[in-house]
């Protein structure tokens, strides 16, 4: 009995190291099968390692604030022998309203010279949009590029005065699911809410800086000469003297006030923008505009109401509406733009007493 309980013992050993190889070698195995598992899976810190964001400025290094702001944006992939998936930025993505979420940031240095983070608002626009990003997904191969929407970044700024800006471009991936409308309950299932970006983690990409100046050769005086009376029409010429000064040292191309010029497409604007909405633009004296173009010369100064050389008969009758009690003065803008320009020259705040 002793010698087969002997034989027993000595072949647990053998068993017992069976059995550890066993679970050793399936172990090794499974954490050989996840480890492959995990390599082809997308990485985030890969990602945002090989893929890259270019941005190039193409105006000119000096740009008047009445014009776009022209820029190059590019996707690329860095790698030598990795593709990816990504999403292209489509309707929406600038409002952060869908992927990828697109956003300008940067920094602003007035007068002053020093650089100050600049909060950008995003422009205004009807909330409809394209939330379905699917179809936007493509795959980026090795060492390719593509190029990305950018538009203009003034549309961002809510600026308009003369300054050094340093911008960058931030593309984002938020692994958020695409809709089929608006709704909280147009999410697509999980399985199909991604495309062939499913499982990929969120990523950021931030582009390289490029840095500009902007410059306002155009400076606006308004001046006010007159009072606007209540619930009376008023020539708009009465209150106040507008006048349109170049500052810079190169001549600028004015479009003069008319409204012969709409049937053409060409045109020039004149409008006033009140804090207070009971003050109403209510006709417009349009007569025939000059011919030519006026070239304002550097150091010039042109009224914007009554001078022939731009605009001779230019007015307009504005009124002040108030059943009750109104207000001592009334806070306006006054706002010059023209064909060819993408934005307007805006005048400061002025007070027009109300009498």
């Given at each position: 009995?002793?010698k087969?309980?002997?034989?027993?013992?000595?072949?647990?050993?053998l068993?017992?190291?069976?059995?550890?190889?066993?679970?050793?070698?399936?172990?090794?195995?499974?954490?050989a099968?996840?480890?492959r598992?995990?390599?082809?899976?997308?990485?985030a810190?890969?990602?945002?390692?090989?893929?890259?964001?270019?941005?190039?400025?193409l105006?000119?290094q000096?740009?008047?604030?009445?014009q776009?702001?022209?820029v190059?944006?590019?996707?690329?992939?860095?790698?030598?022998?990795?593709?990816?998936?990504?999403?292209?930025?489509?309707?929406?993505s600038?409002k952060?309203?869908?992927?990828?979420?697109?956003q300008?940031?940067g920094?602003?240095a007035?007068?002053?010279?020093?650089?100050q983070r600049?909060?950008?608002?995003?422009?205004?626009?009807?909330?409809?949009?394209?939330?379905d990003?699917?179809?936007?997904?493509?795959?980026?191969?090795?060492?390719?590029?593509?190029?990305?929407?950018a538009g203009?970044?003034?549309?961002?700024?809510?600026k308009?005065?003369?300054?050094?800006?340093?911008?960058r471009v931030h593309y984002?991936?938020?692994?958020?699911?695409a809709?089929?409308?608006?709704?909280?309950?147009?999410?697509?299932?999980d399985?199909t809410?991604?495309?062939?970006?499913?499982?990929?983690p969120?990523?950021?990409?931030?582009s390289?800086p490029?840095?500009?100046d902007v410059v306002?050769?155009?400076e606006?005086?308004?001046?006010?000469?007159?009072?606007l009376?209540?619930?009376?029409?008023?020539?708009?010429?009465?209150?106040?003297?507008?006048?349109?000064?170049?500052?810079?040292?190169?001549p600028?191309?004015?479009?003069?006030l008319?409204?012969d010029?709409?049937r053409?497409?060409i045109?020039?604007?004149?409008?006033?923008?009140?804090?207070d909405?009971?003050?109403?633009?209510?006709?417009a004296?349009?007569?025939?505009a000059p011919?030519?173009?006026?070239?304002?010369?550097p150091?010039?100064?042109?009224?914007?109401l009554?001078?022939?050389?731009?605009?001779?008969?230019?007015d307009a009758?504005?009124?002040?509406?108030?059943?009750?009690?109104?207000?001592?003065?009334?806070?306006?803008k006054?706002?010059?733009?023209?064909t060819?320009?993408?934005?307007?020259?805006?005048?400061d705040?002025?007070?027009?007493p109300v009498?």
């Amino acid at each position: 009995m002793l010698k087969g309980v002997l034989v027993v013992n000595r072949s647990l050993p053998l068993r017992v190291a069976l059995i550890v190889g066993l679970l050793a070698g399936g172990y090794a195995i499974a954490k050989a099968l996840v480890g492959r598992a995990a390599a082809g899976a997308p990485d985030a810190q890969a990602i945002q390692q090989d893929l890259a964001l270019e941005l190039r400025l193409l105006s000119d290094q000096v740009i008047p604030n009445y014009q776009a702001i022209e820029v190059e944006l590019t996707l690329v992939n860095t790698s030598e022998d990795a593709a990816y998936h990504v999403v292209l930025p489509g309707d929406g993505s600038w409002k952060r309203w869908r992927e990828p979420h697109m956003q300008w940031r940067g920094f602003f240095a007035g007068e002053d010279g020093s650089f100050q983070r600049h909060q950008f608002q995003p422009f205004s626009r009807c909330r409809q949009h394209h939330p379905d990003w699917r179809a936007d997904i493509v795959l980026l191969q090795p060492g390719e590029r593509r190029r990305l929407s950018a538009g203009d970044p003034r549309r961002f700024f809510q600026k308009h005065e003369a300054g050094t800006w340093e911008l960058r471009v931030h593309y984002e991936y938020m692994a958020k699911p695409a809709r089929s409308g608006l709704g909280e309950d147009s999410v697509f299932p999980d399985e199909t809410a991604f495309g062939e970006m499913r499982g990929t983690p969120p990523f950021e990409l931030v582009s390289n800086p490029i840095s500009f100046d902007v410059v306002a050769p155009l400076e606006m005086e308004v001046t006010v000469i007159g009072e606007l009376p209540v619930n009376e029409p008023a020539p708009l010429s009465e209150l106040v003297r507008i006048e349109l000064n170049n500052r810079s040292e190169a001549p600028v191309e004015l479009l003069p006030l008319g409204g012969d010029r709409l049937r053409s497409g060409i045109r020039a604007i004149l409008w006033v923008t009140p804090e207070d909405r009971r003050f109403k633009t209510i006709e417009a004296v349009d007569p025939p505009a000059p011919a030519a173009p006026y070239v304002l010369a550097p150091g010039e100064t042109v009224s914007m109401l009554g001078d022939p050389r731009f605009a001779s008969d230019f007015d307009a009758i504005v009124q002040f509406e108030a059943d009750g009690d109104a207000p001592e003065s009334v806070s306006v803008k006054i706002h010059y733009s023209r064909t060819g320009w993408a934005y307007r020259i805006v005048s400061d705040s002025v007070e027009i007493p109300v009498r």
